[in-house]
């Protein structure tokens, strides 16, 4: 059985950083796409970055290039979210998914959440101002 388990948040004052991560467990994500998105209150979830099965490419949302960075640890089976700068906007429950069941293309990045299929439960960022 696949889980997602993030950790990682917390709260942060403007202009901080944190770095969020995702460990897979009950079978590899070497190999596989993955992403970030977040969703703040009464707001649909959004993609915040991805990064493609191979690694070699990432997408950035417009409103989080420049300050965060998404990476990847095959060997840990784990994705990483590299939050710098860190906005009052940024506040949100921020979740890690994976394209594992689905085909995929080890080089295509996937930025909609129903290109997904395995999803983690989230964890809390609160950036004060």
């Known amino acids: 059985q696949v889980r997602m388990v993030e950790s990682g948040g917390g709260l942060v004052q403007a202009g901080g950083s944190l770095r969020v991560s995702c460990v897979v467990s009950?079978?590899?994500?070497?190999?596989?796409?993955m992403g970030w998105f977040r969703q703040a209150p009464g707001k649909e979830r959004e993609v915040v970055a991805a990064?493609?099965?191979?690694?070699?490419?990432?997408y950035y949302a417009d409103s989080v290039k420049g300050r965060f960075t998404i990476s990847r640890d095959n060997a840990k089976n784990t994705v990483y979210l590299q939050m710098n700068s860190l906005k009052p906007e940024d506040t949100a429950v921020y979740y890690c998914?994976?394209?594992?069941?689905?085909?995929?293309?080890?080089?295509?990045?996937?930025?909609?959440?129903?290109?997904?299929?395995?999803w983690g439960q989230g964890t809390q960022v609160n950036v004060s101002s």
């Open positions: 998914a994976a394209r594992l069941a689905a085909s995929y293309s080890g080089s295509y990045l996937y930025t909609d959440r129903g290109e997904y299929d395995y």
């Open positions: 990064i493609s099965g191979r690694g070699g490419r990432t």
């Open positions: 009950g079978r590899t994500a070497s190999g596989y796409p």
